[in-house]
Structures are given as structure tokens and as C-alpha cells.
């Protein structure tokens, strides 16, 4: 049975619209303008045990108010969603006890005490038996690497060191189902690393099911076997990292190298030339019609060797990303 | 049970030990809360003194209404909440409510709990200060309460806290429709300190003011608990203050209770 099934789920929300200057913003006093905002459309997804899935797309795609749905935190306009059996927004006790959100950018410990304070809190508040507490808390910290900040107060912690903390409190329960809204936001490379080791390890040790979202892509190839691309709250694509290529894009680089004073000879009939550092021309072409541009290019040129590859996966994403489509409908 | 005795006890012990953090601010505050009452008695003090011996406004004497502001204090340190409404409104405005939503605990009973630390944490700094001025005040305490008296005079009290923290918390939930709670507040503040009585006894004011704020739930903040102690309400007239007053906590418990369902419900539909 599936651990998170989603049908025709929506969210839409109204928000306000102000004109520039004082003038609006006086009668705006008296008459506001609305404008709907169709958040998420429509979506629909299911997800197994165990599996580690992404959320990806640019910000204002709608993948936070997906969370966020998921979380039990706002109600959806339309459609169903059923968590271990849960309807989120239900908020039953029994379903916080079994999953846990952390969010990038928020901050749920005690800001002036040391966070070993903030996990006893939730030791009480999930009723974690003591032995358990003390087990999960001393693996934590061992593969977080946390053991000698506990004890100091969160407020004197790097944004790194808080970020594992916040994993840390999330995980103390145990959690069957885990949310992850951009955990790694705002982090250093390094830092970034360390939490993607860790959940990584933590996820196979554990086989909890995990959905992130995150907008850097090395998130998630470091992570998911799984990737949803959402934009403009559609999902547009839901398979694997490699399927993605395969995909959204249509066309192949070609690397030509020239062979000594060969000068290129109009090749951007073929496609898009990119870059032309002779002896090296890269070239963009419409995959239908590589063979045909190869035989050509053989024939009117000495060509010393020849690379033919797929797109990086970030260009297509990004273009995928980018295709213009109004967000939003009044 | 015992889990949920365990767990209050955890957040009273954890509100507590933030309370404490910043030792020198804390206790500033505390003794500062001083300053208004000095400056009041030194007032009134020097109406009296103008008035010469023996007399009397309504029918307060010096003494009387020197015992009846420190009674008003001790009342005030029950029942007012600095920062509640405040803390309320700001999470729903940050958006830190959403741990109320997704962990397995209330956002009332939680505030409840480390509100409750806040006032420990006060009343033990505070009772050395009051303690002094109690002392200092001594020769004023022409009579003093007997135990059932005194007994009203807790229940009062205690009911006192119930009230302004639910009160109080009614108004940091209408942060939901708001989100700025402000100038609300301080509309509050300004009314709860003149109608509970902190200013003046309310049975000072002419009629039919005295008997119009004989109805607003605020009397119970201050006024009526020195009432209690001073021995000017008793018998049948004690038992129906402290019920009513009751009445009034168990209205303001339920209103909060339902302006955090409904406030909830619009966060929610509203994108959160």
C-alpha cells in the first residue's frame, strides 16, 4: 500500500493586490483588489515505502504549499490526500506522532537554550520512552556529528550546525514519513555535503519516506532516485533524473575538433553554434537530425575527433524552468 | 497521565530556564514594576496632605488607600500578562505557528504552561522587593483578613491569573484576522488599567460609572481581589463575585478556544 497518495489536489488563495504609490495604498484602505492564486493544480502523485523523493522546480512553483498540504498546515481548495492513512489537514495526534517537517528556512528549537533542551521537550511531546530517547539521540549525533553542541545555546550556532540540530529534533521521534523543505538553503558547500551524506545514510539505514523539495539540483542527484518537477503548481514531469534528459530534450551537443588550419564551413545551418574556439567547435543539434549533420560535416571538413553528448541535466532543467507560462489567473 | 504530567512539567521546567537566560534584564524589569507604585502612594500622599488629618475621599483614608494600591499590585502580579497577546500575534504573523500544527502539542496549553514558569520565575525575584515594601508599609494593615478570608483572597487570585491570561490570549488570536495586534493591545492595556481598578478604587468613581464597571470582567483583574483582602466584600456578595469572576474565566477560556479553531481554519485556507 502506498504511504502518500495524492488525487486532484489543489490550493488556490487569494491574495492582495496593491497598486505603486500612497494614493493606492489610501484606497486601499477602503477597496482591495484580489487576485487568485492557483498554487497547486491539480496534482496528482503517489508514493511508496521507503522511496526518496524530490520536489523540484523554481521558487513559487508550489512546492512548498504542497508541504505544506501534506503537513496538515493549510487546506487544500479541491482533490484528496491521504498520509499512512491520514488525512493531514485533519491534524490528528496520531498523525504528527508519526511524521515530522522541517522547513530551511524556519527555526522550531528554543533560540536561547542549548538544543539538548528543545530535544528533551520533544521527548515529553511525542512521549519517546527514555531508552529510545537516549539510543536515537546518540545515533543522531554520532552521524550528524553534533555530540559536543548540545549543550551550547542555538543561538551561537552556524546556520550548518542549526540546520543539523532542526534534523536532529525532526528526527528524534522517529518519523515514518519525513518532509523536507529545502533543508540545505542558505548552507556552504560543505555543510550542504554533510546534510546530503547524512540524510542519504539515514534514509537507507531507516527506510523512511522522505519528499524534499529543494531548487538545487545537487540536492537531489545526490539523493532522490526519484524527481518531480513541478511548475507553476503542475507536475511536469515525475521519473527518474536520467528520464528527464531523455525527456525535455530534443537535441545533442556536438564537440567537433578540427583538424590543423580546417576553418568551419557555415555549420550553423545544422543548429546553434555555441562556442567556436578553433580547433574546437560545439555545436547544438535537433537529435533528428544528427546522423544527417554528422555525414555532412564529415564530408566537408578534417575532423580530428568528434564528441556527440546529451545536454547537462541543469541546462535542460533550467529551460524546462523557464518556459513562459502565465502563473497566475485572475 | 503521568506522561502528560511529565510533559507540562518539561515545558514549565524548559519556559523556566529561558526565563532565566537573560538574568540582568529580567531582573530590571522586576524591580522597575516597582517604580509606578511609589510614585503613586507619593500622589496620593500629597492630596491627603492637603486635605489635612483624619480625611477621607469617598471612604478611603491614607492608610486605606495606600493598603488598597499594594493589595492592587500583588492582584496585578497575577493577572497581568506582559507579552502575551504580543508572543501570539507575532507567530501567527512569522508563521512559528505551524509547529502548534504539526507536533502533538496544543498552542493554548503549551503558552499556558510557560506562562505559568514566567510567573514563578517573577514571584521569585519579586518577593524579596514586595516582601520590603509590605513591611515598610506595615503600620497600615489596620486590620488583616482571617483564614477564610484569606482563603477568598487566594481563590481571587488565582482566578485572577486564569482571567488575563485568557483574556489576554483572545486578544493575540485576533492576530489570524489582523495579523498587527498593536494598537488593539494597547487599547487594552489603557482600559484594563484604569477598569481593573489599578489606578483607583473603582468605588471611587461617581455614579453610575461605579456601577456600570461593576460589569466589565476587568474589576476582577485587580479591584475585586483588594475588595476580597480588605474585607469590603463578604458572605453571599463574596460567593457571587468569586463565581461570577469564575464565569467570566470559563467565557474567556472557551472564546480563546474558538478564536484559535476559527483563526486556524482561515490560516489554513489562506495559504498559511
Not at chain 2, 504539526?102 to 510557560?114: A, E, K, N, R, W
Request: hydrophobic share 50%.
Amino acid at each position: 500500500m502506498p504511504v502518500i497518495e495524492i488525487e486532484n489536489l489543489s490550493k488556490s488563495y487569494r491574495v492582495y493586490q496593491k497598486q505603486e504609490g500612497l494614493l493606492a495604498s489610501v484606497t486601499g484602505l477602503f477597496r482591495r483588489e484580489h487576485k487568485d492564486v492557483h498554487a497547486v493544480r491539480e496534482v496528482n502523485l503517489t508514493v511508496e515505502k521507503g522511496e526518496f523523493v524530490a520536489f523540484l522546480g523554481p521558487n513559487g512553483a508550489g512546492k512548498t504549499t504542497t508541504l505544506k498540504l501534506l503537513s496538515g498546515i493549510i487546506y487544500p481548495s479541491g482533490g484528496t490526500a491521504r498520509v499512512m492513512g491520514h488525512v493531514p489537514w485533519e491534524r490528528e495526534i496520531a498523525y504528527r506522532r508519526r511524521f515530522a517537517l522541517v522547513m530551511g528556512q524556519k527555526n522550531q528549537l528554543w533560540w536561547d537554550l542549548p538544543a539538548l533542551e528543545s530535544f528533551r521537550l520533544h521527548q515529553q511531546i511525542y512521549r519517546i520512552e527514555p531508552q529510545q530517547y537516549q539510543e536515537t539521540l546518540d545515533e543522531l549525533s554520532e552521524l550528524l556529528d553534533i555530540g559536543r553542541l548540545l549543550r551550547q545555546p542555538v543561538r551561537d550556532l552556524s546556520l550548518g550546525e542549526r540546520m543539523k540540530m532542526e534534523l536532529a529534533a525532526a528526527l528524534l521521534h522517529s518519523p515514518d514519513v519525513l518532509f523536507l523543505d529545502e533543508p540545505t538553503i542558505g548552507l556552504d558547500v560543505v555543510a550542504q555535503h554533510r546534510i546530503q551524506q547524512f540524510l542519504k545514510k539515514y534514509q537507507a539505514q531507516r527506510q523512511v519516506t522522505i519528499l524534499l523539495s529543494s531548487h538545487y539540483m545537487k540536492d537531489v542527484a545526490a539523493l532522490c532516485q526519484r524527481v518531480v518537477i513541478i511548475t507553476h503548481g503542475e507536475i511536469k514531469f515525475d521519473g527518474s533524473l536520467s528520464g528527464i534528459v531523455d525527456r525535455f530534450s530534443g537535441q545533442k551537443l556536438i564537440t567537433l575538433q578540427l583538424a590543423g588550419d580546417e576553418t568551419p564551413k557555415n555549420l550553423a545551418r545544422f543548429g546553434q553554434v555555441i562556442e567556436e574556439q578553433l580547433p574546437k567547435v560545439k555545436l547544438r543539434i535537433d537529435k533528428a537530425n544528427v546522423p544527417a549533420a554528422l555525414t555532412e560535416i564529415l564530408a566537408q571538413h578534417t575532423v580530428e575527433d568528434i564528441v556527440v553528448e546529451d545536454p547537462p541535466l541543469e541546462e535542460v532543467i533550467a529551460d524546462l524552468f523557464s518556459q513562459v507560462q502565465t502563473p497566475v489567473a485572475t | 497521565m503521568l506522561p502528560r504530567i511529565t510533559a507540562w512539567w518539561t515545558i514549565l521546567r524548559i519556559s523556566l530556564q529561558e526565563r532565566l537566560v537573560y538574568r540582568g534584564d529580567f531582573a530590571l524589569g522586576t524591580l522597575m514594576r516597582f517604580l509606578p507604585i511609589v510614585t503613586q502612594i507619593f500622589l496620593w500622599f500629597a492630596i491627603f496632605a492637603n486635605l489635612g488629618t483624619g480625611a477621607r475621599i469617598t471612604n478611603y483614608t491614607y492608610e486605606e488607600l495606600v493598603v488598597y494600591l499594594l493589595l492592587t499590585m500583588v492582584a496585578r502580579a497575577f493577572s497581568s500578562m506582559p507579552g502575551l497577546a504580543s508572543t501570539i500575534a507575532r507567530q501567527i504573523r512569522t508563521g512559528d505557528i505551524k509547529k502548534y500544527l504539526t507536533q502533538p502539542v496544543d498552542l493554548l496549553g503549551f503558552m499556558f504552561l510557560s506562562r505559568m514558569a514566567h510567573k514563578l520565575a517573577y514571584y521569585i525575584v519579586a518577593i524579596g522587593p514586595f516582601a520590603l515594601v509590605f513591611f515598610l508599609c506595615r503600620g497600615y494593615f489596620i486590620h488583616l483578613p482571617d483564614a477564610p478570608q484569606a482563603a477568598a483572597f487566594a481563590a481571587s487570585l488565582i482566578l485572577s491569573f486564569l482571567l488575563g491570561f485568557y483574556l489576554e490570549a483572545c486578544i493575540g488570536m485576533v492576530g489570524f484576522w489582523f495579523l498587527e495586534v498593536t494598537s488593539l493591545l494597547f487599547v487594552y492595556m489603557l482600559f484594563s488599567f484604569f477598569l481593573s481598578g489599578h489606578m483607583f478604587p473603582l468605588d471611587m468613581l461617581p455614579q453610575p460609572f461605579g456601577t456600570i464597571v461593576q460589569f466589565t470582567p476587568l474589576q476582577y483583574l485587580a479591584f475585586f481581589p483588594a475588595q476580597v483582602f480588605l474585607g469590603k466584600v463578604q458572605g453571599w456578595d463574596l460567593a457571587m463575585g468569586l463565581l461570577i469572576e469564575l464565569e467570566w474565566v470559563v467565557l474567556f477560556m472557551l472564546l480563546s478556544r474558538v478564536l484559535f479553531l476559527r483563526g486556524l481554519k482561515r490560516y489554513s485556507g489562506y495559504g498559511g
